[in-house]
């Protein structure tokens, strides 16, 4: 009497990497994430063109409220709205402080010079920090980039193309402060926002994915 054998277990598959789309709505909230973040600086813009500065500060602090609570009543993850609440209060209080509009974007521009400072070091010293926010936002911690040749060169460039691009677009916003154009920094700080850092995603993301797909590369899904 012959007994039948089950078949071998299959290989789990791979965990699949998430789609550029799926990882850029993570990154940037999604198209409702862009529009909220964006609101306080645009009542900021408008209200300190049409009124005052201290107008201006108050309706931009309490929309950024405004939106985190509404969040927080529909159960939707807070994270962007705290974080983008956590610069507009910086700023907002610098600016009440000193009087000056301008300086209502000055937290950005500094954040702007020091993370792009930051990513050129990263990249000069083989350490790039695109390669690790990428262990940490898609590859669930793994460092397997680091054991391929390929791609450390490739998130090195990448790092370096991050840095560049993010010191022209702050240096951009600083001339524009230094020459107390108010309205133009405004204008600039909505232009120069997420148009540069979703082109920037989208290249990451295309570029990791295609050297990923090349026979003798590490994985780099979780």
């Known amino acids: 009497m012959t007994t039948g054998q089950q078949p071998a277990t299959q290989p789990v598959d791979e965990e699949r990497l998430p789609t550029v789309a799926e990882q850029m709505a993570d990154q940037l909230g999604g198209w409702r994430g862009l529009v909220e973040s964006s609101i306080p600086v645009v009542v900021f813009v408008v209200v300190n063109i049409l009124g005052e500065l201290r107008p201006a500060v108050i309706a931009s602090v309490g929309v950024a409220v405004l939106i985190g609570a509404l969040r927080l009543a529909q159960r939707r993850p807070v ?9 507009i209060a910086i700023g907002a209080a610098i600016a009440w402080r000193t009087g000056e ?6 937290p950005g521009i500094l ?7 930051a990513l050129l070091v990263s990249a000069l010293i083989r350490q790039p920090l695109v390669g690790w926010l990428w262990s940490v936002l898609v590859a669930k911690g793994s460092s397997a980039w680091r054991d391929d040749p390929k791609l450390v060169r490739t998130f090195t460039w990448l790092t370096v193309l991050w840095g560049v691009v993010w010191l022209a677009k702050v240096g951009v916003q600083a001339g524009l402060y230094l020459a107390e154009q108010d309205t133009a920094l405004g204008v600039a700080r909505l232009a120069l926002g997420y148009p540069p850092y979703v082109l920037l995603l989208l290249i990451t993301v295309w570029t990791v994915r295609r050297v990923t797909r090349e026979p003798g590369t590490a994985p780099l899904a979780g």
């Open 101 to 106: 509009a301008r300086d209502f974007y000055l």
């Open 111 to 117: 954040y702007g010079i020091g993370y792009g400072l």
């Open 79 to 87: 994270r962007h709205a705290v974080n983008g609440l956590f610069g």
